[in-house]
């Protein structure tokens, strides 16, 4: 069975850093593209970026509005993806999901962790 | 504002048939594959369908999924209340090198 738990939620100051995990189970992590997808509060989806799988060398891609102040990284001998969150603005404010891709070769989203909060606050 | 455009909202009496669509564009749509979401209140989202028609194992033949030129729709027959909850579509797109979503549709049950 597909496990995605998401960690490392909480409270920041603006300007402030966080790191999330994310620790997967029940697949061949280095398989798969990995994605991290946030929802604000009462608000829609919205893409955050990804790593590619170890067959694509793990580059990763950002959306335009977190580009430059988040990185995605993973460790695949701890089948764990990570977001490392800079700069941190109040519009950062979120539930921040780690997503799997389908298959292999199918690479949109196809299973979702549980979320962890994040709340950019003075 | 969304760069895959759903109505806000939809609904639909127990049994009925439902269409939710989504439009986007030739870089996003128009070339690549359409997936959509469930998302239950308070709970993460759910694969409903992928590559535009294709059924996760596990998923209700009611829902149905159809993608014609740079537009895609979410069909649900046989309505029912279990189904309130919000949907998105979601695909790649090629100009923006990343993936989008559309703003969601709340379904409601009447």
């Known amino acids: 069975e597909v496990q995605l738990v998401e960690s490392g939620g909480g409270l920041v100051q603006p300007g402030g850093s966080l790191r999330l995990s994310c620790a997967a189970s029940?697949?061949?992590?280095?398989?798969?593209?990995m994605d991290w997808v946030r929802q604000a509060p009462g608000k829609g989806l919205e893409w955050v970026g990804r790593s590619r799988n170890k067959a694509n060398s793990y580059t990763t891609e950002y959306a335009a509005s977190v580009k430059g102040r988040f990185t995605i990284s993973r460790d695949d001998s701890k089948n764990s993806l990570y977001l490392q969150m800079n700069s941190l603005k109040t519009e950062d404010t979120a539930v921040y999901y780690c997503?799997?891709?389908?298959?292999?070769?199918?690479?949109?989203?196809?299973?979702w962790g549980q979320g962890t909060l994040v709340t950019v606050s003075s | 504002q969304s760069v895959l455009t759903q109505p806000p909202s939809a609904s639909g009496t127990p049994g009925q048939r439902v269409t939710i669509s989504c439009s986007g564009s030739?870089?996003?749509?128009?070339?690549?594959?359409v997936n959509w979401y469930q998302q239950l209140p308070g709970t993460a989202p759910k694969l409903l369908i992928y590559?535009?028609?294709q059924r996760p194992s596990g998923v209700p033949d009611r829902f149905s999924g159809s993608k014609s030129g740079t537009s895609a729709s979410l069909a649900i027959s046989g309505l029912q209340s279990e189904d309130e909850a919000d949907y998105y579509c979601?695909?790649?797109?090629?100009?923006?090198?990343?993936?989008?979503f559309g703003g969601g549709t709340k379904l409601t049950v009447l």
């Open positions: 029940g697949f061949t992590f280095s398989d798969h593209y």
């Open positions: 979601a695909a790649w797109d090629d100009s923006l090198t990343g993936r989008v």
């Open positions: 030739s870089s996003n749509i128009g070339s690549n594959t």
């Open positions: 590559s535009n028609d």
């Open positions: 997503a799997r891709s389908i298959a292999p070769r199918t690479r949109g989203i196809g299973y």
